[in-house]
């Protein structure tokens, strides 16, 4: 089981280096964790299977709005995001990706850390064009390329975006369902359809 508590960044490369030392693969893995679900515990558990030391990079807020939500906030707090990660057991670290690196999460923990030859950087199956620019920068800073595994697809498929929306969808429902009783008006379930569409 894993410190439940997100750890300071600078301390990677030393956890690293100490798995090492006691001849331990170390997995890295990286994402925003957002609405925490059962995609991301499953992808979580199957990373964990391939390592001994599981390492997770969460992308921080301002990251966030920059690269995914197109100026928007994610839901939750960066601090609560990595906090829920590093109580996951199969997370053995989990680190908050720093607001003043430029460079993408997935490559910048890396680089930092200076993974062995045993280790493994896992990665979802979502961005092969991504995961070709990564092993040609990993090249460039490091003189080589760890060995990268792509897991297929969960067979999770919700997101967090779709869990937010259904809540926010049945809370309206409810909401107008409350006003309409309230007031004694009768509606039928096509009249409460027909408002929510035109909202």
Same mark, same amino acid.
């Given at each position: 089981m894993g410190i439940d508590i997100p750890q300071d960044y600078r301390s990677a490369p030393g956890l690293v280096a100490l798995s090492h030392k006691m001849g331990?693969? *170390?997995? #890295?893995?990286? $994402?925003? %964790? /957002? *609405?925490f679900h059962e995609g991301h515990l499953d992808f979580l558990i199957r990373s964990k299977e391939l390592c001994d030391v599981l390492i997770a990079n969460v992308n921080n807020n301002l990251w966030y709005m920059a @690269?995914?939500?197109? $100026?928007? !906030?994610?839901?939750? /707090?960066?601090?609560?995001?990595a906090t829920l990660v590093a109580m996951q057991d199969p997370v053995d670290y989990a680190f908050i990706h720093p607001a003043h690196f430029d460079m993408h999460p997935a490559i910048a923990l890396t680089i930092r850390c200076k993974p062995d030859v045993p280790d493994i950087l896992i990665r979802e199956d979502k961005d092969s064009e991504?995961?070709?620019?990564?092993?040609?920068?990993? %090249?460039? @800073? #490091?003189g080589y390329v760890p060995e990268i595994k792509v897991l297929p697809r969960? =067979?999770? &498929? *919700? +997101? +967090? +975006?779709?869990?937010?929306?259904?809540?926010?969808?049945? @809370? =309206?429902?409810? &909401?107008?369902? /409350?006003? #309409? /009783?309230? !007031? $004694?008006? #009768?509606? +039928?379930?096509e009249q409460l359809e027909k408002i929510l569409k035109e909202l």
């Open positions: 331990k693969r *170390v997995g #890295l893995v990286r $994402g925003t %964790f /957002d *609405v @690269h995914k939500g197109a $100026g928007k !906030m994610p839901y939750r /707090d960066e601090i609560k995001r991504f995961q070709e620019l990564e092993r040609r920068v990993l %090249f460039k @800073h #490091l969960s =067979k999770y &498929t *919700v +997101s +967090s +975006s779709e869990i937010v929306s259904k809540i926010l969808e049945t @809370h =309206k429902k409810e &909401t107008i369902e /409350d006003v #309409l /009783d309230k !007031m $004694g008006i #009768l509606y +039928s379930t």
